[in-house]
């Protein structure tokens, strides 16, 4: 992993309380094929690199606390952010209720595409023959669904050009796409599929969304609350979010965990009071979407080893976020054995030894003994659990930056 600064990542210009910015972070390498393009690119990144020096200087005048959510992909950073939003932003999830319709649907047809595609490679048959054709139908679905790939919500990557039709196109491919969906997650062989698969790289949302197809694929239908944190968008561009909590202004910042966009993390590394840090316990036995070879969660533990021991966060507050504990629960009562993916692990294959097991091998990551990493076990997509939690990190960062900054 990269964790190099670098430059033309920023844009806090339009920053606003309550809202997020996007700072794109592919910029500096599209502008380089002229010279014009790298005169551009030049004079952008030093826009950027101003207004990141401005923001420091406010947040320096204003206070409050900077906290950084870091972890690989799809490990809930996002979807803690959703929380914060739903419990502490002034209209909640309102403002994304409409995009995530076509997320919702997007999820739905890429769910069913990975099952079927598992079904094919098992050699598995389908319960009723006749929904061959369905699945014909769906497996012709990866090359369109690549075509209308989503980003950051709310924002356009750059990277990506979008036309203004896509929107249409998605819903009306995703009703003509429904009654296959239906015929699909009924039959017998997608459910073995489903299952008995555990390690599949499936969405962990796909039995939540394909359970409720008939909701969903209702003309009027809007994302209620749960809908959108289960939904699955990937972060591309770090986002800055402003929310008062407790009466502390908190700055925070989600960032996109595959590893081609860690290197986009640095520029936001000063200065930061917290840290939480994302882990998914229940990608014990999954392998890393960019690198197939490697054991995610054995990845997840070298990204924390880097961020734990990192020379700039020798004073800011660690917290570890061990999350998705109800899939790894799901995955334990299914069978799935930690042993198989972690042969040091000799205990029983319970929730309560495994936990444990995993809890030290992230502890044990950090050099400075001393470092107190403060250990919550999370469901992020429950609300009702993320409050309790919020509340406890909230009154955790609050003493040790007041601890830190002498007050205490
Ligand atoms: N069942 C379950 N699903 C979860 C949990 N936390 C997150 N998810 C789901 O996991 C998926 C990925 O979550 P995100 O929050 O988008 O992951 P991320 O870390 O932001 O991923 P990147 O943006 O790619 O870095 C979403 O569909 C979430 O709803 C959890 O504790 N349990
Ligand atoms: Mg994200």
Redesign the pocket.
């Known amino acids: 992993m990269e964790l190099s600064p670098v430059s033309g990542t920023g844009n806090s210009a339009s920053r606003s309380r309550s809202s997020s910015v996007s700072l794109p972070p592919l910029l500096s390498s599209q502008f380089t094929s002229s010279r014009t393009d790298q005169k551009k690119a030049k004079a952008i990144s030093d826009a950027i690199d101003r207004s990141l020096r401005a923001d420091k200087e406010q947040r320096q005048k204003e206070g409050g606390i900077k906290l950084l959510i870091l ?1 690989p ?7 803690v952010l959703k929380q914060l939003k739903l419990l502490y932003g002034r209209r909640g999830l309102d403002y994304e209720r409409e995009t995530y319709r076509r997320i919702v649907h997007l999820n739905v047809m890429k769910a069913i595409q990975t099952l079927a595609e598992a079904l094919e490679e098992a050699d598995i048959s389908l319960e009723h023959p006749e929904n061959t054709a369905h699945l014909e139908t769906i497996m012709r679905l990866d090359a369109t669904l690549k075509r209308f790939s989503i980003t950051s919500i709310g924002f356009t990557n750059p990277a990506i050009p979008r036309k203004i039709t896509d929107a249409k196109a998605e819903t009306d491919m995703f009703t003509e796409m429904v009654p296959a969906i239906k015929a699909l997650w009924a039959d017998a062989g997608i459910q073995t599929i489903f299952k008995t698969c555990t390690q599949l790289c499936i ?3 796909a039995k939540y969304f394909l359970d409720a197809i008939d909701r969903i694929a209702h003309p009027e239908y809007v994302p209620m609350d749960d809908d959108i ?7 591309l561009a770090v986002t800055e979010h402003v929310f008062p909590i407790d009466n502390v202004v908190y700055r925070i910042y ?1 960032v ?3 590893k081609s966009l860690r290197k986009y993390w640095a520029p936001y590394f000063d200065d930061v009071n917290a840290i939480i840090f ?1 882990a998914a316990l229940s990608a014990y036995d999954q392998p890393c979407e960019d690198d197939p070879g490697l054991n995610r969660l054995h990845e997840c533990l070298i990204l924390f080893n880097q961020i734990a021991n990192h020379k700039l966060f020798e004073l800011t507050s660690m917290i570890l976020f061990l ?5 790894f629960q799901r995955k334990l009562d299914s069978g799935s054995l930690v042993s198989m993916y972690f042969p040091d692990y000799q205990g029983p294959n319970d929730y309560y030894n495994t936990t444990i097991f995993f809890q030290h091998r992230f502890l044990q990551q950090c050099k400075d003994l001393q470092k107190q990493v403060y250990t919550h076990f ?4 429950d609300t009702n659990q993320m409050r309790v939690i919020v509340v406890a990190v909230n009154a955790i960062v609050q003493r040790l930056n007041l601890r830190t900054s002498g007050l205490l």
């Open positions: 972890g992909s799809e490990t809930g950073k996002t979807t969405q962990d949302s944190l289960q939904a699955r968008v990937r972060t989600d996109g965990g595959q994302m999350n998705k504990i109800d899939v999370t469901h992020a997509t």
